[in-house]
C-alpha cells in the first residue's frame, strides 16, 4: 500500500513537471508573438512618420490588445485600459486621434509629392478612408481650407490587418 502511494505522489509530481513545462513553452511562445507584433507595428508606424508621437504608445498597446483577444475595435473595452493608461478614454483617444492625424498628413504628403510612392499605396488605402487622404492630399496642394478626417475604427483594424498578414 506504501509502494502504491509512493508511486502515485511521483505520477503526480512527474504530471506537475510535464505540465509546467507546456506552460514555459505557451509563455516563451506568447512573448515572441508578441515581440514580432511590436516590430510590425513600430514598422508600421514608422513608416507613416509616427514613431515620436505621445499616442503611439497607446496604439502599440491597443493594437497588442486586439490582437491578442483577437477582437475588433469597435467592441474594445476602453474602461478596461484606463488604469493602464493613467489617463481617461476621452484624453487617450484624442492623443491618439492627433497621431493618426499626423501620419494621415505624413502619407498625404507622400502622395502628393509621388503618387506612386510604394509606402503611400501600401498604407493610405488600409488605414485611411481614401476620401480622407484626398482631401488631405487637397488641402496641401491649397485646393480645399480643411483636411481628411481618422476614423480610429479603420486605422485599428487596418493595423491588425496588417500585423496578421505580413
Known sequence: MITKVAEQIELNNTLTTIKK???NIDTQSKNDQNTQHISK???VLGALGMLGEKGTNDIIEIT???LEKNN???NFDFASFE???GDN???VKQRMRRAIKNGLTN???LGAQDYGNDIF???AGVLYDFSNVKAEMDCIRSKNSTGGKVSLNKFFEGLVYLCQTE
Request: glycine fraction near 0%; hydrophobic fraction near 60%; avoid cysteine.
Open 89 to 91: 478614454a476621452l484624453i
Open 64 to 66: 497588442l490588445s486586439l
Open 41 to 43: 507595428i513600430k514598422n
Open 72 to 74: 475588433s475595435f469597435a
Open 107 to 109: 502619407i498625404a504628403n
Open 21 to 23: 513545462i507546456f506552460q
Open 121 to 123: 499605396h501600401m498604407y
Open 83 to 85: 488604469n493602464k493608461f
